[in-house]
């Protein structure tokens, strides 16, 4: 079990973390959820059915990994898919963000539970619900999406040169994690299938 998901009976999925992985893990989600932000929400008191119908941003966000998590719906550059693209980024933006955000909680949670669990021991195994491994596969997702951004990856070929990084690169920590979260999240969605 140690370094990948395994199916748990009845749905679900268990991974061993050791203190080092769950620290990297957390520090990960909370900079995710950092980079994503708060978002543009209507407060907590203000009327439900205007809440409902907020509209978020219409722009894409200026940060490549941001552009790469929040994309435009759709790639044509004429002027009538922008104008498209950008009423539904401004009607879906502000929930994707919440969704995203909620994702990335519910791994700094979880590991703050396992954290206060393998305190002394070394380490602890990680058992997530149906519900919880999607959460997770989400968040493990936007976490590989922002890294491959930062890291410039565009196809397998860049992937593939990754491998090959000297250790003295300075890129190389970015990688390693890279390359870890592909592994974990590879065998997420391994645990989910039929």
């Known amino acids: 079990m140690a370094g990948h998901f395994e199916t748990l009976p009845g749905g ?16 990960l989600a909370v900079q995710l959820m950092e ?5 543009d929400e209507p407060a907590a008191d203000a009327d439900p059915l205007a809440a409902l119908f907020a509209e978020g941003p219409s722009e894409p966000p200026s940060d490549p990994a941001l552009r790469r998590l929040f994309p435009d719906a759709y790639g044509d550059d004429s002027e009538e898919l922008r104008a498209a693209a950008s009423d539904f980024r401004r009607f879906t933006e502000n929930d994707l963000r919440a969704r995203k955000r909620e994702d990335a909680l519910l791994v700094v949670r979880a590991l ?6 393998a305190a002394g021991e070394g380490g602890a195994v990680l058992k997530l619900t149906a519900e919880e491994s999607r959460a997770w596969l989400g968040a493990l997702n936007d976490l590989r999406l922002t890294i491959g951004t930062r890291l410039e990856v565009t196809d397998d070929e860049e992937s593939e040169q990754l491998y090959r990084l000297p250790d003295s690169d300075p890129r190389k920590p970015m990688v390693m994690a890279y390359l870890w979260l592909g592994a974990l999240q590879e065998s997420l969605v391994a645990t989910l299938m039929p």
């Open 35 to 39: 980079l994503i932000g708060p978002g």
């Open 12 to 27: 679900g999925a268990a991974v061993a973390l050791d203190d080092v992985e769950i620290s990297i893990l957390r520090s």
């Open 112 to 117: 703050d539970s396992l954290s206060a669990e």
